[in-house]
C-alpha cells in the first residue's frame, strides 16, 4: 500500500514562506505525476502545483512564481516552497500521487497524503 505522509511548518505571517513535505514509502511508480491540492473554506479543491517523474512542473495561475514543487528522489519527497503568501490561502493542502498523465480529466489520484492546515496570518 502506498502512503503518503506530510509534514511542514503549517502557520506563517502574511507576506511569509514556508515549505510543505510529502515522504511516499510502500510503492511508487515508475512513471507518475504528484500533485499539491488545496481545500480551502469556499473553494472547490483544486491542483496548485504538479510534477511528473521526468520533473516537468505545471502550476495553477494563482501559484505561478511564488510557489515551487520538486523532489527529491533519493529522499523519496515530494516538497511545495511557498512565498509570499496570503491569506485567502489559508486552507488544507494535500500532496497526491497517480500514474501519468499528469492531466486527471475529472478524475482524483488514489494516493493522498493526510492533508496539512496552513494558516496565513494578516
Known amino acids: 500500500q502506498v502512503q503518503l505522509v506530510e509534514s511542514g511548518v503549517a502557520s506563517v505571517q502574511a507576506g511569509g514562506s514556508l515549505r510543505l513535505s510529502c515522504v511516499v514509502s510502500g510503492y511508487t511508480y515508475s512513471t507518475y505525476c504528484m500533485h499539491w491540492f488545496r481545500q480551502g473554506l469556499v473553494k472547490e479543491r483544486e491542483s496548485v502545483a504538479r510534477?511528473?517523474?521526468?520533473?516537468?512542473?505545471e502550476y495553477a495561475d494563482s501559484a505561478k512564481g511564488r510557489f515551487t514543487i520538486s523532489q527529491d528522489n533519493a529522499k523519496n519527497t515530494l516538497y511545495q516552497q511557498m512565498n509570499s503568501l496570503k491569506p485567502e490561502e489559508t486552507a488544507m493542502y494535500y500532496c497526491?500521487?497517480?500514474?501519468?498523465?499528469?492531466?486527471?480529466?475529472?478524475?482524483?489520484?488514489?494516493?493522498w497524503g493526510q492533508g496539512t492546515q496552513v494558516t496565513v496570518s494578516s
Open positions: 497526491a500521487e497517480h500514474f501519468l498523465p499528469c492531466d486527471l480529466d475529472g478524475t482524483w489520484p488514489p494516493f
Open positions: 510534477i511528473d517523474s521526468g520533473g516537468s512542473t
